[in-house]
T-cell receptor, first 112, second 111 residues
Framework: EAGVTQFPSHSVIEKGQTVTLRCDPISGHDNLYWYRRVMGKEIKFLLHFVKESKQDESGMPNNRFLAERTGGTYSTLKVQPAELEDSGVYFC??????????FGDGTRLSIL | AQSVTQLDSQVPVFEEAPVELRCNYSSSVSVYLFWYVQYPNQGLQLLLKYLSGSTLVESINGFEAEFNKSQTSFHLRKPSVHISDTAEYFCAVSESQKVTFGTGTKLQVIP
């Protein structure tokens, strides 16, 4: 089966611009998660979707971040406007209910 | 609230030597425990997990971890490491659908 797919693998943008990250979960996985790792720090939870609904968005850093999962399939994470501290690796994961999460390769976001 | 501590940020070890990567956690309820591995230029992969049952869990590539409730630990061990084990290892805990990660331990296997 295909794994969790993230696009792009790397994005370089200037401060103030907008970037949209995409995640395609494993087919049939209702649960979709976003995480972020800022350089040298731990991987931190951002939010959790169950199908198209946001189950937990307690980790979203501020209102410059917007996550959507229209139709309960793929998800997007938009950063607008991007700031320097947003640089890091953004991971997406998906799972069946109460099962271990499967992670994508991540999107490395660099803000200049 | 749950948290995970990985005290060692880097662990150098010679090839074929044993290794232990330490992990301690805190949580107010029963948890699930995981080790994830990130090989160079790759994403996170699940290495092994403890959900219930036997406290000793094993991976297909020779790693094992033991859940110790009294010491709140889930240390990762391998009796003989290989060059290909060079990677960053993350201990993680989950008490709901949210996973909390440690800061990671970089295992550097020296030929």
């Amino acid at each position: 089966e295909a794994g969790v797919t993230q696009f792009p693998s790397h994005s370089v943008i200037e401060k103030g611009q907008t970037v949209t990250l995409r995640c395609d979960p494993i087919s049939g996985h209702d649960n979709l998660y976003w995480y972020r790792r800022v350089m040298g720090k731990e991987i931190k939870f951002l939010l959790h979707f169950v199908k198209e609904s946001k189950q937990d968005e307690s980790g979203m850093p501020n209102n410059r971040f917007l996550a959507e999962r229209t139709g309960g399939t793929y998800s997007t994470l938009k950063v607008q406007p991007a700031e320097l501290e947003d640089s890091g690796v953004y991971f997406c994961a998906s799972s069946l209910l109460n099962q271990p999460q499967h992670f994508g390769d991540g999107t490395r976001l660099s803000i200049l | 609230a749950q948290s995970v501590t990985q005290l060692d940020s880097q662990v150098p070890v010679f090839e074929e030597a044993p290794v232990e990567l330490r992990c301690n956690y805190s949580s107010s309820v029963s948890v699930y425990l995981f080790w994830y591995v990130q090989y160079p230029n790759q994403g996170l992969q699940l290495l092994l997990k403890y959900l219930s049952g036997s406290t000793l869990v094993e991976s297909i590539n020779g790693f094992e971890a033991e859940f110790n409730k009294s010491q709140t630990s889930f240390h990762l061990r391998k009796p003989s490491v290989h060059i290909s084990d060079t990677a960053e290892y993350f201990c993680a805990v989950s008490e709901s659908q949210k996973v909390t990660f440690g800061t990671g331990t970089k295992l550097q296997v020296i030929p």
